[in-house]
């Protein structure tokens, strides 16, 4: 009996990685641009962890963590979402005692049972912003370029930014007591989901996708129209700052975040390229988040992007593919020899060069080098060992070019 893979964690086959491949260090040309340096944490932490970030009434910790005891009996956690564990790092290593302000990133695997769907797995992964230490809206406006500087970087348009503000500790409490109180009048038509939780995290019953719990709270109070003096300048620097760097946006008064330690700036860049699940990057502030896990009192604000979305989106054509630049034809013990060292030469210098390795005919190993996507191909027999000589031929047009073999390295170096 064969064993299959677990359902929603897929595995990632060698000719789709040269997107992963090129997505991933787009990401890290760009990011670094904006002085921005990459974290790797572990994918295991302890439950408490995302317990106490993400908040208890959350669908993650409610629903969707991968949570087990190991073999001392202490709960652990593959991780949901990498913010949390970024935070974790930066108390324990003491980060913020070198530098107050880090800038962040980090690419990687996430974990959460959830029904699998297009672009939703329950393995999946991230590429993760977190700029630590800056309260100033102008940071908000950087890493929302930063967002928007991407994308036009890897060629996918058909996104928009909204945005939103979730006020602060200090305002949050009056308009979360105002939104219970409606949503207690408009019971009847809300999701079993949402009349469970609407309690306990009235927000999310906004976030709703439910039809009927999106007809129901139409006209809810908006959190921006609650905002406290503080959070309302806030959040019109940010808007300020986004009209000078000319970045589109629209404020979407109805979005909110999954996880608790979001505060004031909120944002999402959707597409109506993916049905339901139209999200491709989200994030926010999360001023209070490390203190609550036992660190420094520091803003900080960040996000994430879902890279099997991305990969869903991408235009194939601006990925260059990994195709050699040369496969060597050869005939005889003799050439088959002679074109094994080339390949190796060719190879430490940087050259990507394949061959036949099973003693094909020169048909087949011409029909191999065409399947592979060769630029060019050399043909080594009998003839060509003695003259030192062999042709040359780009594979697109079909033209040959004489050329010595003691030469072919500096050619195509």
Known sequence: MSISGIKGMNDVLPDAVG???FLERS???VFGTYGFAEIRTPVLEKTELFCRSIGETTDIVEKEMYTFADKSGNSMTLRPEGTAPVMRSIIQNRLAAQDPVAKLFYIGPMFRYERPQKGRYRQFYQIGVEAIGVEDPKIDAQILMMLHHFFNRIG???VSLEINSLGCPACRPDYRRQLIQY???RLEPLCSECQRRYQTNPLRVLDCKVESCRAATT????????????????????????DLLKVPYTVNVRMVRGLDYYVRTTFELVTDQLGSQNAVAAGGRYDGLIESLGGPALPGIGFAIGLERLVLMLDQDVVSTAAPELFIAALGDAAVEQAFILMSQLQVQGVRADMDFQGKSLKAQMRRADKLGAVH?????D???????AQLKKMAD????????????????
Do not use: K, M
């Open 383 to 389: 003839d060509e060992l003695r003259s030192g000589q």
């Open 398 to 413: 079909g033209s040959q070019t004489s050329v010595r073999l003691d030469a072919l390295l500096d050619l195509l170096t």
């Open 183 to 185: 949503l207690e009048q």
């Open 219 to 242: 006209d809810a109070p908006a959190v921006v129209e609650h905002l406290c003096g503080e959070c309302d300048q806030h959040f019109s620097q940010v808007r300020h700052y986004l």
């Open 27 to 29: 990401a890290r040309e």
């Open 156 to 158: 996918i348009n058909a």
């Open 377 to 381: 191909t050399l043909i080594i027999g």
């Open 19 to 21: 997107v992963w491949q």
